[in-house]
């Protein structure tokens, strides 16, 4: 079984071990060289990086478990916002908390140091042998505490599951903050793949010809984990009642039938629409994006996100790595509306209709200007539980009432409903896109699935005029595409340069939907059949085609 309910205590044993080799080793061998050492310089770093370990993990556990009370109560956090040492929770906690902590932990170190307790061997001019021993104890048990719990809730990502020794280079893999060079344009393809890459149109060539899009404005809507099927219009299981916007639109609009996520969860999604790339992790720093194509272009970038800024360690996903990867002008995070509107809540993030009326705004505000608007929201993410201002109506529905996730549906419509009537005035010069982060679908056990077909997302264009060059209103997309090909669809439309580190192709070329499944696996779909290859096999033209982009 690949997710076995019970991982065997060997196993455990195994990766705890290596876990806490892996995050403090180096550190441990250094402790243990500074008890002979003469210098008491180096005895009282040592004790001082031992008590950050000690305190970090041992706060990074609690978390963990409260989490886990609280998720009981069906009350989520957005991430637990783990760190491993100060540097590492620098851009998670703020300057101020790490200082705190530092400072706290310099104070104890002194205090330990002068202290004449009895665990002290002897004092000396030295850190007392003893409680450096001891130090490096409780930091090793922290960490392996830590490791022991950390690694049982990730259980799912596959590498819980097998011996350690089999997968210790994932784990290494895993702690790396800086695993990959940086992005870069793609190296040539040999010239024995072009035909085979070229017929799926996995490579780029001039762009249909067409003048321009006129659009001053652009709002990109990725709405949290919707499937295609969530839509009541392509799953008449879905009550009617809760995507009744949903489906007016799709049938008003320019839609896609076929597209596909290329990548989860939101950070890695999000990252497959605006920098068209399929591996968030391999792309470290900053990436060629449509915000630095659009801004360039004269428009002016907003991100708009419904969760918080000062989370997403884990992920990678919070305001500092944000701007560190994309750098829109404009960053608005739940504490902007937070602060804005004084809607303070402990779950998720905020409603979805707060970034919406601050979308409106910023048109009204910049009447002349150019926008780009990206909006991230967050009603739909299981357990649909994001408190908002329509879940009261939405429950009165009898179709509705009882299920959380029609409940969050239908409040997620009708909040884009209620956006939708004030982004009418301006649809003469604004093009709105409704697409998802991802599916809900997407992942390890998803490859599993004998079917497909739950991974496709929407993809909806609308405006007054519908999409020249693209289709018109009322129309409907088939050919098969995915996350990374919308940016380039959109800057040929516009008729701007493509950054050569763009993976994905114009939707109008393209035929093929790929992804990029638990970061190991390349997948391809398309009318007549899926195909999984491992990103590392040089004997497919597929893999070839992902090394082209990623060559390590």
């Not at 993030?349 to 705004?361: P, T, V």
């Amino acid at each position: 079984m690949l997710f076995p309910e019970q991982i065997p205590l060997g196993w455990k044993i195994e990766r705890v071990a290596l876990g806490t080799l892996l995050d403090c080793g180096p550190l441990f061998v250094f402790s243990l060289a500074a008890l002979f050492w003469k210098t008491r310089l180096l005895n009282i770093l040592s004790a001082f990086w031992l008590l950050i370990i000690l305190v970090w993990n041992a706060a990074n556990c609690f978390l963990i478990h409260t989490a886990r009370r609280i998720i009981d109560y069906d009350i989520l956090l957005q991430v637990l916002p783990e760190a491993r040492h100060a540097l590492d929770a620098l851009p998670e906690y703020g300057i101020v908390v790490v200082v705190a902590g530092a400072a706290g932990a310099a104070a104890l170190t002194a205090w330990l140091v002068r202290s004449q307790r009895r665990f002290a061997l002897r004092r000396s001019k030295r850190v007392p042998a003893g409680m450096l021993l001891l130090l490096i104890a409780m930091s090793a048990l922290a960490t392996g505490y830590y490791c022991a719990t950390r690694y049982d809730m990730d259980r799912r990502r596959g590498w819980m599951s097998i011996p350690a020794w089999k997968s210790a280079w994932e784990i290494w893999y895993d702690r790396q903050e800086s695993r990959s060079a940086p992005v870069g344009p793609p190296h040539e393809a040999l010239a024995a793949d072009r035909q085979a890459m070229a017929a799926l149109g996995l490579l780029r060539t001039s762009p249909p010809p067409g003048h321009p899009l006129p659009f001053r404005n652009i709002i990109l809507v990725a709405v949290e984990s919707l499937n295609l099927e969530f839509l009541h219009k392509y799953n008449g299981t879905i009550p009617a009642e809760a995507t009744p916007h949903f489906d007016a639109l799709a049938g008003r609009g320019l839609a896609c039938r076929n597209f596909y996520t290329s990548a989860a969860p939101t950070a890695r999604g999000l990252h497959a629409l605006l920098a068209s790339r399929l591996s968030y992790d391999d792309d470290q720093g900053s990436a060629p994006n449509l915000f630095t194509s659009l801004e360039r272009a004269g428009f002016t970038g907003y991100y708009l996100s419904a969760v918080s800024g000062r989370w997403g360690h884990f992920i990678d996903s919070g305001r500092a790595a944000f701007a560190r990867r994309y750098s829109p002008s404009h960053i608005r995070f739940r504490e902007y509306f937070e602060d804005k509107v004084g809607d303070i809540n402990e779950k998720w993030g905020i409603e979805s209709g707060y970034l919406f009326e601050d979308a409106l705004e910023i048109l009204r505000s910049r009447p002349g200007g150019k926008n780009f608007i990206v909006i991230s929201t967050i009603e739909t993410h299981a357990p649909y539980t994001t408190p908002t201002r329509e879940n009261e109506a939405c429950a009165r529905i009898p179709a509705l009432a009882g299920n959380t996730f029609f409940i969050a549906l239908c409040a997620q419509d009708r909040a884009l409903g209620h956006f939708l009537r004030g982004l009418e005035p301006y649809l003469d010069d604004t093009l709105l896109i409704i697409t998802a982060d991802h599916s809900a679908t997407h992942g390890a056990r998803y490859t599993q699935r004998p079917d497909f077909a739950p991974d496709r997302i929407p993809l909806i264009f609308l405006s007054r005029r519908g999409v020249p060059g693209l289709g018109g209103n009322g129309q409907e997309i088939t050919r098969y595409c995915s996350q990374i090909d919308l940016s380039v669809t959109l800057l040929d439309l516009l008729g701007l340069p493509v950054p050569p580190t763009f993976m994905g192709n114009d939707i109008r070329l393209k035929n093929v939907g790929c992804s990029l499944l638990e970061r190991k696996t390349v997948r391809f779909v398309d009318a007549q059949a899926e195909r999984l290859f491992d990103r590392k096999d040089t004997t497919s033209v597929m893999g070839r085609w992902f090394q082209l982009y990623y060559p390590r």
